[in-house]
């Protein structure tokens, strides 16, 4: 299983990164399978440089705040009017209840313009498990202002875990268990950000990740540009006892 970081930039699109939007690929029956994990503000423009973008296997929203969902409505303009004829429809959208009318409303400019001809729609729901190709995918309710998910994707043996927008809660342990990766949220600075419920600091990320138990790496992301990302960095690394690392725009790992 292969993970790109198309952006990782916090709350919006910052200088050197694209708003959240991560693809995850992995070989099965004779090809490549790609999903993202998100696409927020910025990102369909990236994404371009890694793969066609006729060849997204399914999206995954984690929210529908735009920094996470913002560019699927520049993608249903790249898959309706392409030259050459529209791609088929279909193509799997997973997200919260009214991800289809969000996305309509964020299309549409005098009034909500439906997108549904070329995106299947299906509701996420907490702790549920569904397949694509070859990603076996549970979804975990997280501890955000609007309903919100993490996504724990297996494939190829590997576990990534994607915690999506969220402050600390009891989900994260099922979701984070044994990953070879914990991709966290770490928008908030201990002693800055003093609201609850809303994301996970350095330190409480990885304090997640050592509850969970098992999990090989850290990174952080979501970090806003006006963080000091050392300064998460350094906050994770007082509680979680390997190296910490920063997700960057344009990295690949292999899982």
């Not at 990164?17 to 690929?25: D, G, N, R, T, W």
């Not at 342990?173 to 609201?195: E, I, N, Y």
Request: glycine share 12%; hydrophobic share 40%.
């Amino acid at each position: 299983m292969k993970l790109t970081v198309v952006g990782c930039s916090g709350s919006f699109a910052g200088p050197n990164s694209p708003a959240s939007c991560y693809l995850v690929q992995a070989e099965h029956e004779g090809r490549q399978w790609s999903i993202l994990l998100d696409l927020g503000n910025g990102a369909l423009g990236a994404l371009q440089r890694y793969l066609d973008l006729s060849s997204v296997d399914g999206i995954l929203l984690s929210h529908l705040h735009p920094d996470h969902c913002a560019d699927v409505a520049g993608y249903f303009v790249v898959r309706k009017y392409m030259p050459g004829g529209s791609l088929p429809g279909g193509l799997p959208v997973y997200g919260p209840a009214g991800t289809r009318e969000r996305l309509a409303r964020l299309y549409g400019t005098d009034a909500p313009e439906d997108i549904g001809d070329q995106f299947s729609f299906e509701a996420l729901r907490d702790a549920g498990t569904f397949s694509l190709g070859p990603f076996r995918i549970t979804t975990y309710q997280v501890n955000h202002p609007v309903e919100a998910y993490g996504f724990r994707v297996e494939a190829d043996g590997a576990v990534l875990a994607y915690t999506g927008d969220t402050d600390a809660c009891p989900a994260l342990a099922d979701l984070c268990a044994d990953a070879a990766l914990v991709l966290a949220d770490s928008a908030f600075v201990d002693g800055r950000d003093d609201v609850t419920g809303v994301h996970l600091s350095g330190s409480r990320a990885a304090a997640a990740a050592v509850e969970a138990g098992g999990v090989k790496r850290l990174m952080l992301t979501h970090i806003p540009p006006w963080n000091d990302a050392e300064t998460c960095r350094a906050q994770a690394a007082s509680v979680w006892p390997g190296d910490v690392e920063l997700a960057v725009a344009g990295q690949v790992y292999e899982l």
